[in-house]
Nanobody, 127 residues
Framework: QVQLAESGGGLVQAGGSLRLSCAAS????????MGWFRQAPRKEREFVAA???????????KYTDSVKGRFTISRDDAKATVYLEMNRLGPDDTAVYYC?????????????????WGQGTQVTVSS
């Protein structure tokens, strides 16, 4: 089993930034491709970003259109941690953000492709 724990959420003013962290325990996150999803109240959980596991020296990442140019996903396998840097936040980014992991190196965007989930961290952006 892999346990995932998100942190770094909070209240931020519109236009501000936050960095979310996802710490893996039980197994190193380096063995998994990782993703971030978010869920706003009364909405479905949606894909935000994903990153492959290390294959050689290259990581591959993917973003949903609404966060391209604003969010950056990265990972530090030595620390078994995945990050989501969020910049120029707006009220539409308010949601619970979830970290997810899947076995394998291929980047996926579907919820069903991920095997493990954290409990989420709240991000609230005030206008």
């Amino acid at each position: 089993q892999v346990q995932l724990a998100e942190s770094g959420g909070g209240l931020v003013q519109a236009g501000g930034s936050l960095r979310l962290s996802c710490a893996a325990s039980g197994r190193s996150s380096g063995s998994y491709s990782m993703g971030w999803f978010r869920q706003a109240p009364r909405k479905e959980r949606e894909f935000v970003a994903a990153i492959s596991r290390a294959d050689g020296v290259t990581y591959y990442s993917k973003y949903t259109d609404s966060v391209k140019g604003r969010f950056t996903i990265s990972r530090d396998d030595a620390k078994a941690t995945v990050y989501l840097e969020m910049n120029r936040l707006g009220p539409d980014d308010t949601a619970v953000y979830y970290c997810a992991a899947r076995w394998g190196s291929v980047v996926a965007t579907a919820k069903s492709a991920f095997d493990y989930w954290g409990q989420g961290t709240q991000v609230t952006v005030s206008s």
